[in-house]
């Protein structure tokens, strides 16, 4: 898997330069933490994590240590998040394991706070490392993410450059390609024959909107993830068909599904789908050669929600913090606003891909995650 934590220390390239024309700081510090960082002589030193060129500004000693590494020692940097990992793990056990043997005694209650305090303050913690993982597979196809809103609109007009859009559609398979295409062309009416002059014609759109159309999209390439691997384990075992269900054909493509049933409310939250029983998935019929497009189409109901949903509920807090740090108004934090932005379609479809790419890295951090640190599920 693409995100194994390994302790090799693979070489990576340099971080290209960012997609904003002027500066953006944060001031947070990178200091007391000793591993792989080297410390600077001058005491007034400081890291700025605006260097990252994220909306997501780090807040836990977690994420600010790794956006360090990412920054002075990204060769180490998969080694540094296993031992970050491994460090939240064990001080969240260490806290169980004390509230259980102090159950009975009069300092349970106080261990118990202490347990719940320590579980909610690894949770933020390894949050943040799954944001840094995910910044990590956009650094090695040099790709930044899209900065703050606010950051990106220039005398009025809203302008992502450069688009990057080969890069973001070269992570994927022909077949995830195509459907990602589709939903770009459900989302935004894009067309691959569209023209120079088509694609940066102006266009409106409000902040709101293009940010649910963010959160849908970012579902969808955690969902397309899901699927393609499914369908690929699927291919390799050529499963004998009679012994599966036949799953009831939809009546909308999965795009569809996505840009219209998937709801990013008022609050920021991702709006969630039921959870299913895994032992109950209906697999579709067909050949060993079938397509994923009409895999995806033989879908019942259940098992699109069973690889569609967020498994964990760090990632659902995942997608609300970058979404909200990435649209939200920068005095009040409210991402539901009557703003209307003035852009171009090419800047919609870089929006766009980077919210898919986006998804399928999250899948990728959270199962990677899960095996050093067992997050809570969703």
Known sequence: MDFCLSYATPR?????????RRPVTFGLRVDGRPLIVVASTSSTSKREFGGLNAPLEPRTPAGRFLSGVLLDDRDNFRVAARKEL?????????AAARLQLSLGSDEACLHRRIAEFKKHECRD???????????????????????RLSKCVYNGRLEIWPSKDWELESIHSFEVLQMVREHLSAVVGWKSISNVTASWATTEIQRFRLCKLYAAS????????????????????????????????NQLSVPEMFSVGSDYITSGRVGSTKSS????????????????????????????????????????NLIERHSCALFGDEETGLVETDDVITTSFASLKRFLLEAVAFGSFLWEAENCVNAVYMLEEN
């Not at 491994?86 to 260490?94: F, G, P, Y």
């Not at 393609?228 to 009831?248: P, T, V, W």
């Open 12 to 20: 990576f390239p340099t971080l290209p330069a960012g997609v904003i």
């Open 277 to 316: 029983s895994v032992g109950q998935v209906s697999y579709s019929l067909g050949s060993k050669q079938e397509n994923l497009r009409f895999y995806v189409m033989g879908f019942d109901a259940e098992t699109i929600q069973m690889c569609a949903k967020l498994k964990s509920k760090e990632a659902v």
């Open 125 to 147: 913690a390894v949050e943040e490392v799954m944001y840094m993982l995910i910044f990590h597979k956009f650094n090695e196809m040099r790709v930044h993410l899209i900065p």
């Open 86 to 94: 491994e460090r939240l793990a064990n001080e969240r056990d260490e």
């Open 218 to 249: 970012i579902l969808y390439g955690y969902f397309l993830k899901s699927a393609s691997l499914r369908h690929h384990l699927e291919r390799g075992l050529d499963l004998n068909n009679s012994h599966f269900g036949i799953g009831a054909r």
